[in-house]
């Protein structure tokens, strides 16, 4: 049984997409784990003001009709912060993404809410430090070995080849083809290797990071050619450079 001294308020949302900056909280779930372990839930649907992306209703379920009639942030806001008074705090990646995306609608609803004499559980965090996420560690959980001459590189090689074929025979829904194991699991579509840029749900490349994240890297350029030299001057891996110029000379013709 856990020892509380005060209730931990476990916290999960779901958004319109997942940059802090840009995005808002479509759904919020509180459980309060009270010091008697009992529980405590709060649920409510929140209207973002912005459209929900086909892609990412397609992930949650919530669409845009369902939040039409639900309160905005800042109408709930207040209702929101006194559920979590003087309770710590916890999620699953919830301090690299909940807790953030949370603090930026407070702040965006001008209310002031302090959160530095909460403690933060992250169980994400709880699992990879328990279960380390290292080739090692995968080798003696798939292959039930220990694996010698570790970070060597014939000998890591090796093993993720071990690790892969018998990840290939635990888990029969991967089936046996390239074709098949990356259809289940997806297959991430890449623009620059460091992923300065990424695609959008149309298939635009925008930018990944800085004060242009989400906007299309095209219209940037246009608007902003001194950013492409800003770019190129900067310490840019040569792979992002050269995507960047090829998405520069695709604007350019576009335009002549």
């Known amino acids: 049984m856990l020892q509380l001294n005060r209730p931990i308020a476990f916290i999960d949302l779901e958004t319109t997409g997942v940059s802090l900056s840009t995005d808002r909280i479509v759904e919020i779930a509180i459980i309060k784990v009270l010091p008697d372990n009992s529980r405590q839930v709060k649920r409510k649907l929140i209207n973002p003001q912005i459209p929900i992306?086909?892609?990412?209703?397609?992930?949650?379920?919530?669409?845009?009709?369902?939040?039409?009639?639900a309160p905005t942030f800042k109408q709930a806001g207040n209702e929101i912060k006194q559920y979590l008074e003087n309770c710590d705090l916890g999620g699953y990646n919830?301090?690299?993404?909940d807790i953030p995306m949370l603090m930026e609608e407070f702040l965006r609803a001008g209310m002031d809410v302090d959160l530095s004499n909460r403690r933060m559980i992250d169980v994400q965090h709880i699992f990879y430090t328990m279960e380390p996420r290292t080739l090692?560690?995968?080798?003696?959980?798939?292959?039930?070995?220990?694996?010698?001459?570790?970070?060597?590189?014939?000998?890591?090689?090796?093993?993720?080849?071990?690790?892969?074929?018998?990840?290939?025979?635990?888990?029969?829904?991967?089936?046996?083809?390239?074709?098949?194991?990356?259809?289940?699991?997806?297959?991430?579509?890449?623009?620059?290797?460091?992923?300065?840029?990424?695609?959008?749900?149309?298939g635009v490349e925008v930018f990944n990071f800085g004060k242009?994240?989400?906007?299309?890297?095209?219209?940037?350029?246009?608007s902003e050619p001194q950013y492409y030299d800003w770019m190129m001057k900067g310490d840019f891996p040569l792979h992002t450079k050269q995507k960047l110029t090829e998405i520069l000379n695709r604007t350019l013709l576009k335009i002549n």
């Not at 892609?55 to 039409?68: R, Y």
């Not at 888990?171 to 840029?197: H, M, P, Q, T, W």
Request: charged letters at 30%; hydrophobic letters at 35%.
């Open 212 to 222: 242009f994240k989400g906007r299309a890297v095209s219209e940037v350029l246009k």
């Open 53 to 69: 992306p086909k892609v990412t209703t397609d992930i949650h379920g919530i669409t845009n009709e369902m939040v039409k009639d």
């Open 94 to 97: 919830s301090n690299r993404f």
């Open 136 to 202: 090692t560690a995968a080798y003696k959980f798939y292959c039930q070995k220990e694996l010698v001459n570790a970070h060597s590189a014939e000998a890591d090689v090796d093993a993720t080849i071990d690790v892969f074929l018998s990840q290939v025979d635990r888990y029969k829904n991967l089936g046996n083809s390239v074709d098949s194991i990356l259809g289940s699991i997806g297959e991430e579509k890449i623009v620059d290797y460091a992923r300065r840029f990424c695609f959008d749900d149309k």
